[in-house]
């Protein structure tokens, strides 16, 4: 009897055997060949270009800067500064994924602030809530107002587009109302200005040293444990330098960072909040069910329902999520400056969706990882805090980050036509 075994790629020729499969000896394809540029960009690249770009930003602006743009007082202020657009857009990447989109964030963020701050006050009823009671009725406030947006989107039907227009309106309107006529409002709660305040913003060293320290170590057994786990299974497993680099370049980054804020006050509040929150949601898309149920609605809503997946349900939990991370950076930034205000700010919408499709989520929904948002906001942030230190005035910052977010738009599109040809 004869058996055939064929390549379906066509990349190795049909092979006849006179003796039963198990025994024929196959030709196994190499994998560590040689890529030509056309291939490269085939694959998928991950966040490479994007760390590229950073690289190169940074590096300019040290240089025309004389040095001073990696000093710890600059690098210090930089996280400050987009600690608050971190966290939005954390939540933006999210709707991101799923394919949808969110510009209620930055009216949802003032509105919860502005509850807070109304509540610490005492501004509603002359009692003065603690800080705890303020800051959960802010987050509560917030994370309804993405189970409504959710609702609307899932179950009405109705374009995410076109509600969270609408939520911005509206919301927009609200604060106006809510500071009775009042362009701020300073906040006198301790507590409140102390999680992102100018003055008692800072981690101890040894949690500031330590959590940092320690969250790398865990990752960097993890890659070892998953390394050899499937090395034991006769699994595939990236080559050894890859390897490597995916475990020496976090730590070098990670101690690098800790060891520029230390070298001033330590590392703020504001960041590590930042940073918890990102680590976080990387643990629920990529070790849980829910996380992957994200990614499969993003990438085809329509199999997923077919696969049994509440399409609804995902929908509606992951506006309320966005909706929540915005309240939790509309409260930053209320600490940050001591104070809420009934303008809204525009880079407060603008600047978190750029850092998400500038750091790799894909508008198309399926594609991208939270942690885009840190290189998408050190991008944004370097340029702006660059830009500021040559005293480059504020227009042509605008026209810079519009091109910016314009280029990783279009790569972004050119890559998914070339990978659709090839079938990836």
């Known amino acids: 009897m004869s058996d055939t075994i064929e390549n379906t790629a066509g990349d190795t020729p049909t092979i006849e055997a006179t003796q039963p499969v198990e025994a024929a000896a196959v030709e196994v394809p190499s994998y560590r060949q040689r890529q030509t540029v056309g291939q490269l960009f085939r694959t998928d690249l991950g ?19 004389g040095g001073l743009f990696l000093s710890p007082v600059n690098i210090t202020n ?31 963020a003032t509105f919860s602030s502005v509850i807070m701050a109304n ?22 406030v917030g994370a309804l107002i993405g189970v409504v947006n959710g609702f609307f989107v899932a179950v009405l039907r109705i ?63 993890y890659l070892v444990l998953n390394y050899v786990r499937r090395r034991n299974a006769g699994l595939r497993n990236p080559a050894l330098p890859q390897f490597l680099a995916l475990i020496i370049i976090p730590i070098l980054v990670v ?20 940073f918890g929150l990102i680590l976080l949601f990387w643990i629920i898309l990529t070790k849980t069910s829910f996380g992957r149920h994200i990614y499969a609605v993003g990438g085809n809503k329509e199999a997923a329902r077919r696969a049994g997946i509440s399409v609804v349900g995902i929908q509606i939990a992951v506006f309320a999520l966005c909706s929540l991370l915005a309240a939790v950076g509309g409260i930053v930034e209320a600490s940050r400056g001591n104070s809420v205000a009934s303008q809204i700010p525009s880079q407060l919408l603008l600047d978190p969706i750029a850092a998400a499709v500038i750091g790799g989520v894909s ?30 005035p504020a227009d042509r910052v605008l026209w810079i980050e519009g091109g910016v977010l314009l280029i990783a738009v279009i790569v972004d599109a050119l890559l998914r036509r070339v990978q659709a040809r090839t079938g990836r």
């Not at 809510?178 to 003055?199: C, V």
């Not at 101690?255 to 930042?274: R, W």
């Open 363 to 392: 508008l198309f929904g399926g594609k991208g990882s939270v942690w885009s948002i840190v290189l998408g906001i050190l991008i944004i942030g370097s340029l702006e805090n660059g830009l500021a230190l040559e005293s480059i």
């Open 78 to 108: 930089l996280f400050l500064q987009t600690a608050t657009y971190g966290l939005l857009g954390l939540g933006v990447a999210l709707v991101l994924l799923l394919g949808e989109i969110d510009l209620s964030i930055a009216a949802v």
């Open 119 to 140: 509540l610490s006050e005492g501004r509603f009823n002359g009692w003065a809530a603690p800080a705890f009671v303020a800051i959960v009725a802010a987050l509560l």
């Open 159 to 221: 374009p995410s587009f076109i509600v969270t227009l609408a939520a911005n309106i509206a919301f927009s309107g609200l604060v106006i109302t809510l500071l009775f006529g009042q362009a701020t409002l300073e906040i006198a709660n301790g507590f409140i200005d102390s999680i992102a305040g100018a003055f008692v913003s800072y981690l101890p060293d040894v949690l500031g040293i330590g959590l940092p320290t320690l969250a790398v170590l865990l990752y960097a057994g």
């Open 47 to 65: 966040f490479i270009p994007v760390l590229i770009t950073l690289i190169v930003i940074v590096a300019f602006f040290q240089i025309i800067s």
């Open 255 to 274: 101690e690098g960072a800790v060891y520029v804020f230390e070298n001033l006050h330590g590392v703020p509040y504001s960041t590590a909040l930042l």
